[in-house]
């Protein structure tokens, strides 16, 4: 590989890509509007619990157990609470059997229902758990004297306790990626289009020079601005190390696709319907993040869906080497076999 | 001894069944200019691609200032320049960037591209954008930045096409100066009257095929039929042509008896153009 010449091919295609005001109104506006984004997202959870209560008869206890971060509503029937469980009103709802305290009377267990949200983590339910437990201990004076079934309405999605915000992170950070192969791939359409690439190839670059130019060019603007936005939103905090090595895998996986669609296209007209279907597959492993357990076992197919992960695990978990070596592997495996494919694609192109 | 900048042994390509190329073999001198002309689809342009390392010969081998350019391709794509017919510049770069992009891709040392820019006449307009530039000062650019690195051999096609002809002339004149400089030019065109004037000898290319390689002199020698052309006045004062073919036994008879009976009014020689040579040794004209 001849470095002059590697050089001088990169100069020539960034000084390209700033010329164009599409790629540079996109990159410079889109990185403000994805930090604004993220900034405008709650960055902390909503800590008050908002509990509904069906209870033919309200027993004493209730009054007593209610306080702050607590707010109790009792509503008319047990459609109405499952109702204002599933709505969101409640992150969860208690319906008492009408006949709650003949049978706390008589020693035998009254069966509470708890109802709770599809996104109710853990923790919620832990506490109304122990709100009913502290309920019959202040109706009996024991702490077992009742029996809670659980239902869950809706998805289970445990663990929502991370900001809404940092769980946007992973999808911001895609998009980021993800954008830049279209600056890409229009760069190298429009060289085949324009013949310009005629021009090179008679001059001592060879076509892995003219390779290495495009692949450096493609992973140094997504890696340079996934960075970029990690270090502000303040994903690298925990471990710079590990998120820096997922995102330069993330960029060189974009990279190869930006190869991939730069041999389809011609210009930046036909690579955007290209890009669109790229995008949206790519996209689908960061909604897995926003709203636990939308999708199964089978995201793991899409190659985004080891980057997401990891950049999940690591920002928002500080998950270690030893937690996500299997997702970089994978990622730098999906990597690799793409940006094969972009080049074999591209080779046949420029022949 | 001069030796040959460019060889061609037996230089074939196909593409599938179609024979673009078909066993071609010539040699062109160091320092020599040689036009190589044929109608569209002759095989022009492939023979271009395979002698600048675009495409691969299928059959045969070209080399350039006696290496082989299937064996090291960048080497000779280091020596020469390569002026295309279809302008493929980076029109959102200025002038002197597109020059010192490829001055730094041959790794030209003490490169001036604004000498280079004055020389094809566009001096004052270095630094405005491509995209900005007519035609002929896009192309005359596109002459420019294959002269960057000095080649040894020059490869130009139709670098005259559609030009203005001020412009087609200062271009002539810079493809005799890079003669004049040593370097060898292998100049594709349609233009026959462009080719008999720059061209030190000239190929016909039809079919694949070289099928006639001299001097324009030669060529004009073996295939043309020279003539005197006279403008006679009648008796009734109508003006009448005369033509008197030159060269045969009886011509010298002929010319007495033109002046002896007639009253000649103009008389001029005519040497057979490029083209007739052309139509007369394929049976059609270079319009294919």
Same mark, same amino acid.
């Given at each position: ?64 157990? %209610? ?130 690439? %005629? ?25 340079? %601005? ?124 420029? %022949? | ?38 109608? $569209? ?92 530039? @007519? ?10 930045? @294959? ?19 001020? @412009?087609?002339?200062?271009?002539? $004149? ?78 010298? @008879? ?35």
């Amino acid at each position: 590989m001849n470095l002059r010449v590697v050089g001088a091919l990169v100069i020539k295609d960034l000084s390209l890509f700033f010329r164009n005001r599409a790629f540079t109104l996109l990159t410079i506006f889109g990185l403000i509007v994805y930090l604004i984004i993220y900034f405008v997202i709650p960055g902390s959870v909503d800590e008050s619990l908002d509990i509904g209560l069906y209870a033919p008869v309200v027993p004493p206890a209730f009054e007593q157990i %209610q306080g702050e971060g607590l707010k109790m509503e009792v509503v008319e029937s047990e459609e109405t609470l499952r109702k204002g469980v599933i709505e969101g009103r409640y992150v969860a709802g208690v319906a008492l059997p009408a006949d709650i305290m003949e049978r706390l009377m008589s020693g035998q267990k009254p069966q509470v229902k708890l109802y709770v949200t599809s996104d109710a983590p853990g923790e919620i339910k832990d506490a109304v758990g122990v709100l009913i437990t502290e309920f019959a201990y202040l109706q009996t004076g024991q702490s077992l004297a009742i029996e809670v079934s659980e239902e869950i309405l809706g998805q289970d999605m445990i663990g929502m306790q991370i900001p809404p915000r940092d769980r946007l992170r992973p999808l911001l950070a895609v998009f980021i990626l993800l954008v830049e192969t279209m600056g890409l791939a229009t760069l190298i359409g429009e060289e085949v289009e324009r013949r310009t690439i %005629q021009a090179l190839l008679v001059t001592p670059m060879t076509v892995r020079d003219l390779f290495a130019a495009k692949g450096i060019m493609g992973v140094s603007l997504a890696f340079g %601005q996934a960075t970029l936005f990690m270090a502000v939103v303040g994903g690298m905090s925990g471990q710079p190390l590990i998120m820096l090595a997922t995102l330069l895998l993330g960029a060189v996986l974009v990279t190869g696709i930006g190869f991939l669609i730069g041999s389809l296209a011609r210009d930046m007209l036909s690579v955007m319907p290209w890009v669109l279907v790229v995008f949206i597959p790519l996209v689908i492993p960061s909604f897995n993040v926003m709203f636990p357990g939308t999708f199964t076992g089978w995201v793991k197919v899409i190659p985004s869906y080891y980057l997401v992960d990891t950049v999940h695990r690591v920002s928002n978990f500080g998950a270690g080497w030893g937690d996500i070596w299997r997702n970089l592997l994978m990622l730098a495996l999906f990597s690799i076999v793409i940006v094969w494919i972009g080049i074999t694609a591209l080779r046949r192109k420029f %022949q | 001894m001069t030796r040959d900048a460019i060889v061609a042994e037996g230089l074939s390509y196909w593409y599938g069944e179609l024979i673009a190329v078909d066993h071609i073999s010539f040699g062109v001198a160091e320092g020599e200019i040689l036009g190589f002309l044929g109608p $569209n689809g002759a095989g022009k342009t492939t023979t271009v691609k395979m002698l600048t390392g675009q495409l691969k010969p299928k059959a045969g081998k070209a080399i350039l200032l006696g290496i082989d350019v299937a064996s090291d391709v960048e080497k000779v794509q280091g020596e020469i320049g390569v002026c295309f017919e279809e302008t493929n510049l980076y029109e959102q770069m200025s002038a002197i960037e597109n020059l010192k992009l490829f001055a730094r891709l041959f790794g030209t040392r003490e490169f001036d591209g604004y000498a280079l820019l004055r020389r094809v006449g566009l001096a004052g307009r270095e630094k405005d954008r491509v995209e900005n530039y @007519s035609k002929g000062m896009k192309q005359r650019l596109m002459v420019a930045r @294959s002269l960057v690195n000095r080649p040894r051999v020059l490869f130009l096609d139709e670098p005259t096409a559609g030009l203005d002809p001020a @412009s087609s002339e200062s271009i002539r $004149n810079i493809i005799l100066e890079e003669r004049e400089r040593g370097a060898t030019v292998f100049l594709t065109t349609h233009d026959m009257m462009e080719a008999d004037k720059l061209s030190d000898r000239v190929a016909f290319m039809d079919q694949g095929k070289i099928v006639a390689l001299d001097t324009p002199h030669n060529l004009k020698q073996q295939y043309g039929k020279r003539a005197l052309k006279a403008k006679v006045s009648t008796d009734s004062g109508k003006l009448e042509d005369r033509e008197i073919a030159l060269d045969t036994p009886e011509t010298p @008879s002929a010319i007495r008896e033109l002046f002896a009976r007639e009253r000649v009014v103009t008389i001029h020689s005519e040497e057979a153009s490029l083209e007739d040579i052309f139509i007369r040794i394929t049976g059609r004209g270079l319009e294919g």
